[in-house]
Nanobody, 117 residues
Framework: QVHVVESGGGSVQPGGSLTLSCAASGLTDNRSPMGWHRQAPGEERELVASITSSDSTFYIDRVKGRFTISRQEDKNTIRLQMNNLKPNDTAVYYC???????????WGQGTLVTVSS
């Protein structure tokens, strides 16, 4: 059984930093493609950043230079370092882990990030 668990959300002032962590267990491979998505109130869920099995990374333009996604050792554990946070970064952030063998995405329960003065 696959479990995906996020941690690290919270409230911060504009310009502040937060680090989100995600641990996925039960996947076929121990270096699965993973990513962070977010959903703001009234908006659709969007991809923020992703990391491949070989640790290639992708970021949407709005977070380039401010967010960094990384994998911890040879595990399905990733982090999202978020710097210079802006009010429009406010959203529920979801971790996604992909099992390529069964071609299925698994999602965490989400963690709220609030950026406000």
């Amino acid at each position: 059984q696959v479990h995906v668990v996020e941690s690290g959300g919270g409230s911060v002032q504009p310009g502040g930093s937060l680090t989100l962590s995600c641990a996925a267990s039960g996947l076929t491979d121990n270096r699965s493609p993973m990513g962070w998505h977010r959903q703001a109130p009234g908006e659709e869920r969007e991809l923020v950043a992703s990391i491949t099995s070989s640790d290639s990374t992708f970021y949407i333009d709005r977070v380039k230079g401010r967010f960094t996604i990384s994998r911890q050792e040879d595990k399905n554990t990733i982090r999202l370092q978020m710097n210079n946070l802006k009010p429009n970064d406010t959203a529920v952030y979801y971790c996604r882990a992909t099992d390529l063998h069964v071609r299925r995405d698994y999602w965490g329960q989400g963690t709220l990030v609030t950026v406000s003065s």
